[in-house]
Nanobody
Framework: QVQLVESGGGLVQAGGSLRLSCAASGITFSIKHMAWYRQDPGMRRELVAVITSDGSTNYADSVKGRFTISRDNAQKTVSLQMNSLKPEDTAVYYC??????????WGQGTQVTVSS
């Protein structure tokens, strides 16, 4: 059974930092591309950051220079360090593991709220 369990969300003031973590089980973690998405109510889920199986990273323009994605294949975890948080970063953040269209998994989400 595949499980992606996010942690680390919460309430923070603008300018503050949070670190999200996602623990994976039931998958061959090292060969998966791992990503963080976020979604506001009524909005589309958007890609925040991705780290490929070979460690390449890519970020949404809105978070470049503020967020850093990393992975630990031995621990089967992916993290998102979020600095200089803004109120517009408020959303539910989801962990994603992608191998193919038929091999695509999501966590349950963790709420991040940034107060102004």
């Amino acid at each position: 059974q595949v499980q992606l369990v996010e942690s680390g969300g919460g309430l923070v003031q603008a300018g503050g930092s949070l670190r999200l973590s996602c623990a994976a089980s039931g998958i061959t973690f090292s060969i998966k591309h791992m990503a963080w998405y976020r979604q506001d109510p009524g909005m589309r889920r958007e890609l925040v950051a991705v780290i490929t199986s070979d460690g390449s990273t890519n970020y949404a323009d809105s978070v470049k220079g503020r967020f850093t994605i990393s992975r630990d294949n031995a621990q089967k975890t992916v993290s998102l360090q979020m600095n200089s948080l803004k109120p517009e970063d408020t959303a539910v953040y989801y962990c994603n593991a992608y191998g193919s269209a038929a091999d695509n998994y999501w966590g349950q989400g963790t709420q991040v709220t940034v107060s102004s």
